[in-house]
């Protein structure tokens, strides 16, 4: 069964898009700081396409990647709701199919923590230097190990929601060998007076900071910053547990990896 299948609608009617909307907020001040102003955005694993539809909003022509089908179609109707253009397609983050065309390549809330391989992160980094125009941005946040082996255990079993019309049970647990979490996710939907079982298996890899700069370097990247907070730009520390990581596609630099 794929992920953000059956669940994709209730990830869509949750809090979960929040996240992304607010990094569309707090992102245009940050992205000046390194004398950057976007106009043509690629947000690859765009989900339900909460941040594309709040960027398109500002003016800005984006573009949304998310290898769930079901995902593409929420966003598409969030686009239309909102009366914004967004072109939205159904793809794998590790092969974009775009060359040098982007101005900022985005991919947010740990969507790169799905990659459970370097070989895989290290391909996606690949393929995002790829879409990106010379000097071009790429911004992302992953959860880090601590985040995945520590916060997300501290409760065994939660209620992540009970509104009536939808119970959503999550159960975490975490593989130290693998550096893998695994969030088993129950949830009930209401359909008048029955209610349908969903059941979903995320997987998600914890990665070393110093491994994500490695691999971001050998993709070509030059860091503008890693920071543990995207309000106050706060560094890293051994408790943080999400990273937020900025990096350029220098002026100049060879083509990139180029996506299988
Ligand atoms: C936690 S959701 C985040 C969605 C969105 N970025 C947001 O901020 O709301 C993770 C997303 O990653 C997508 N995803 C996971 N692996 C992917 C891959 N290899 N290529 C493209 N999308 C992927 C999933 O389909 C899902 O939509």
Redesign the pocket.
Known sequence: MP??GEF?EI?ARGD??A??VR?AEVLPPILERFDAAPQRVL??????G??AVAMAARGVDVTG????PR?IALAGQRAAAAGVSVRFLC????HLPFRGQFDLVT?????LN??VSEE?LGR?FGSAFGALAPGGLYAFDMNTTYGLAVNWRRTECYVQRDDGGVFEVHRPRYDFEADTATLRITAFLREGEHWRRVDEQHHERGYRIEAIRAMLQAAGFAELGVFASLRDLSPPSPESGRLFFYSRRPFGAPGGLTPA
């Open positions: 992920v953000y994709a990830y979960y898009p996240f992304s990094i947000d690859a694993a765009c989900g339900e909460s941040f990647i998310d290898a769930s995902m793809g794998d983050m590790r991919c947010w809330y740990d969507s799905y990659l895989a996606a």
